[in-house]
């Protein structure tokens, strides 16, 4: 009987080190299909290599664990709704939805001849000169082109509204967190991963919104809408003339004219005019 321990304690001795060698051969494994996948969203805001995954596999013990959970909206927040007064029901099921820069969508993405509808409609806002709109590459992306304020009241990257994702025709945008919270609710997208606001603005805004891909035209006219609510958020313009919220435009509530100031400086704590020129310039 005293033989057994013995050979047992032998057993475990000779296949430790092969338990170590099985252990360092998946976690390759799992590496090097785990790099390949993030190679595989394609180009975006971080680098395709090596110390960029690495980043990406830090931030992601940091993401959001529900990106489907809306902001919340502070009760000193004006306006406290937003630009969108409704949204149609989103049809069929969420598509699948990978990374986080970049983030991509991987299941039922917008047909080449949707996603072009998409951008033309994009492109024909900034040929209005009222909607003081700009085209250029997107700030966040780097990979694409965005939809920038030239004269944006709220903080992003450059004044950046939104930008498209060529290879699956989803899209980034800036939102009003009730409009950000409709989307969700509706099925017409979900939360950046890295949406969390305090430190995480570095890399995006608080109200970071992924809208999924137009299917069909049906989904572009409701997409286009989207785009207005972001417009009016980072600019304070409406696109589609419909004028500024009603509470602001009136100045209603508490504080009259605060009520706008707060409106566009948001909730940074803007302490009097001049402050939204400060504000844009350190976006």
């Known amino acids: 009987m005293e033989i057994l321990p013995h050979l047992l304690q032998q057993l475990q001795i000779s296949l430790s ?18 790099y390949h996948q993030f190679l595989s969203l394609g180009p975006g805001g971080t680098p395709s290599t090596p110390l960029g995954y690495f980043k990406i596999k830090l931030l ?27 949204l149609p029901l989103r049809k069929g099921a969420r598509p699948t939805v990978a990374g986080i820069a970049p983030q991509r969508q991987r299941t039922q993405t917008s047909p080449p001849h949707v996603y072009a509808r998409l951008a033309l409609v994009l492109r024909a806002l900034t040929i209005d000169p009222r909607n003081a709109l700009q085209s250029r590459t997107s700030c966040f992306e780097k990979h694409s082109v965005g939809l920038f304020a030239a004269t944006p009241i709220t903080r992003t990257c450059g004044g950046e509204v939104c930008h498209a994702h060529p290879s699956d025709g989803s899209m980034h945008i800036v939102l009003h967190p009730a409009d950000a919270k409709l989307v969700l609710e509706q099925g017409w997208g979900e939360r950046h991963p890295l949406a969390r606001g305090g430190w995480f603005r570095r890399f995006v805004p608080r109200e970071f919104v992924l809208v999924y891909a137009a299917r069909g035209e049906g989904d572009v006219d409701v997409i286009v809408g989207i ?12 696109v589609a003339g419909r004028g500024r919220d009603r509470e602001v435009q009136e100045g209603k509530g508490k504080g009259g004219e605060r009520e706008k100031e707060c409106w566009a400086c948001r909730v940074h704590g803007c302490g009097g005019k001049g402050k939204v020129e400060q504000m844009v310039g350190d976006a």
């Open 227 to 238: 785009v207005r609510a972001g417009v009016w958020w980072v600019s304070g313009v409406d």
């Open 60 to 86: 992601s013990l940091v993401s959001l664990r529900d990106p489907l959970h809306p902001l919340p909206i502070p009760p000193h927040f004006r306006p406290q709704s937003g630009y969108l007064t409704s």
């Open 17 to 34: 080190p092969l338990l170590l060698i099985l252990f360092t051969c998946l976690t390759i494994l799992y590496l090097h299909h785990d």
